[in-house]
C-alpha cells in the first residue's frame, strides 16, 4: 500500500523544517555585560557613599552625646563647689592679695601640654567614695589614739562629728598623646587633691592645706602673715582621670574660620549702679574668663586666644556683690580620628551655665 507524506512535510519546506538556534550574539553580549558592570558599579558607589555617610553621622553623633555627658558632668561637679577661681587667681599673680602669684604655682606639674582650665573647692562626705573608715568613733577614742598630739585630738573629735572635707578639683585639658593612648586631638582631665590619703590614721595629702581652718579660698595656700605653709608640695601627685576625648584643640575656631564663643563683657556695677572699679581705678568686668586674664587689667585678651575650645567664665563680683558664684562653660568637640573621619569634623559648642552654691568670702545683704 503506497504511503503519503503527511501535509506538515508537504507544506513546510525542508531548510524550514531544521531546528531555529535561539539567544544573543556576541556584541549583544559584551555591551549587556557593559551596562550591568556600570549599574552594579553606580550602585556600589551609591551604597559605599551611604555606609560612609552613616559611620560619619554615627562619629558625630557620638561625640556630641559625650561632650553632652562631659557637661552635665562638670556642671553638676561645680554646682557643688564652695569657691570658684577665675582666670586670674588661676594663672596670672593674684594683686588683690599681696601678690601672692597664681593658683597653678601651687599646684603639681602636669607635664607638658596639659593646661589647667577651672579650679575650684567642693566639699566631699568621708569616707571618701564610702570606702574606709574613722580614726575613732568617739572623743575618748580619738584621745587615746592620739594621746599627747592635741592638734590631732581636735582634728580627729571634728571629722567624726562633720564626716566631710574640702577637696580641690582641677579641670585640665591636655594635648598630650606621647603613649598614642588616645584617638582625639585633646581629653578633659580632672585632678582632686584631697585632704587625707588615709582616714584612719589622718595622713594628709601632700600639699594640702584647708582653706578654711588655716588659709583662705582666696589666699591659698597662705596662712597668717602670708606665709606660705605648704609641705611636701615635692610630693603633691599629679594623678588625672580623663573626663571625656575628641574635645576640639586648643584654637581651633580661629583655624576654621569661625567665631569663637566669649565671655560676656558686661561692666560690674554697684547697687546704686556706679561702676565697680579695682585698686588702679580699673572698671571690672561681670566675668573672668578661665584660665585667661581679666580684661580690666589686661585688655588684649578679652576673648579667649589660646584655648577656646573648652574654657568658662566665672563671675567676678569684686568683693561688694553678694550671692553665689555664677559660672558659664564652654565646650566644643571634635570627631577627627574616629573611624572613618580624617578631617576636622567640629561638633557644635555646648554652653552651660550654674550657680556655684558657695558663697564663702562674700559679703550678706542687710
Not at 585632704?195 to 590614721?201: D, V
Not at 600639699?207 to 611636701?232: E, K, L
Not at 547697687?271 to 580690666?296: E, F, K, L, M
Request: include cysteine; hydrophobic fraction near 35%; charge should be positive.
Amino acid at each position: 500500500m503506497r504511503k503519503y507524506p503527511s501535509l506538515y512535510y508537504r507544506s513546510h519546506p525542508a531548510h524550514a523544517r531544521k531546528k531555529r538556534r535561539g539567544g544573543f550574539g556576541i556584541a549583544e553580549i559584551m555591551i549587556a555585560t557593559f551596562i550591568a558592570a556600570v549599574a552594579i558599579s553606580l550602585l556600589l558607589s551609591m551604597m559605599v557613599s551611604m555606609m560612609q555617610t552613616n559611620q560619619t553621622e554615627q562619629a558625630r553623633s557620638g561625640v556630641s552625646d559625650d561632650m553632652r555627658r562631659a557637661m552635665l558632668y562638670m556642671t553638676g561637679d561645680i554646682r557643688e563647689a564652695t569657691y570658684v577661681y577665675n582666670g586670674d587667681q588661676l594663672t596670672q599673680t593674684r594683686p588683690d592679695v599681696a601678690n601672692l602669684g597664681s593658683l597653678t604655682s601651687y599646684l603639681p606639674s602636669f607635664g607638658a601640654n596639659v593646661q589647667p582650665i577651672l579650679a575650684f573647692w567642693k566639699v566631699e562626705n568621708l569616707p571618701y567614695d564610702g570606702i574606709g573608715s574613722f580614726p575613732a568613733t568617739s572623743n575618748a577614742g580619738c584621745a587615746t589614739l592620739f594621746s599627747g598630739n592635741d592638734p590631732l585630738i581636735n582634728e580627729c573629735q571634728t571629722t567624726i562629728i562633720e564626716r566631710r572635707a574640702y577637696t580641690l578639683v582641677v579641670y585640665t585639658l591636655s594635648t598630650n598623646n606621647s603613649a598614642n593612648a588616645w584617638d582625639g586631638e585633646s581629653r578633659i582631665e580632672r585632678y582632686t587633691l584631697r585632704k587625707y590619703t588615709n582616714l584612719a590614721t589622718l595622713t594628709r595629702s601632700p600639699g594640702y592645706v584647708d582653706p578654711v581652718r588655716d588659709s583662705g579660698f582666696d589666699r591659698w595656700p597662705f596662712g597668717a602673715g602670708n606665709t606660705n605653709i605648704q609641705v611636701n608640695a615635692a610630693g603633691m601627685t599629679n594623678t588625672r582621670a580623663t573626663l571625656v576625648d575628641f574635645v576640639s584643640r586648643p584654637q581651633v575656631f580661629p583655624l576654621q574660620s569661625r567665631n569663637p564663643p566669649q565671655c560676656p563683657t558686661d561692666i560690674l556695677r554697684n547697687p546704686d549702679g556706679t561702676a565697680v572699679t579695682n585698686a588702679a581705678g580699673q572698671q571690672i568686668r561681670t566675668y573672668v574668663p578661665s584660665p585667661y586674664s581679666d580684661p580690666a587689667i589686661n585688655a588684649t585678651r578679652v576673648t579667649p586666644t589660646s584655648v577656646n575650645s573648652f574654657f568658662a567664665c566665672v563671675m567676678n563680683d569684686g568683693g561688694v556683690i553678694p550671692g553665689n558664684q555664677d559660672v558659664i562653660v564652654y565646650l566644643t568637640g571634635n570627631a577627627k580620628g574616629r573611624p572613618g573621619i580624617e578631617k576636622d569634623s567640629i561638633i557644635d559648642p555646648l554652653q552651660g551655665r550654674v550657680a556655684a552654691k558657695g558663697i564663702v568670702g562674700k559679703s550678706v545683704p542687710d
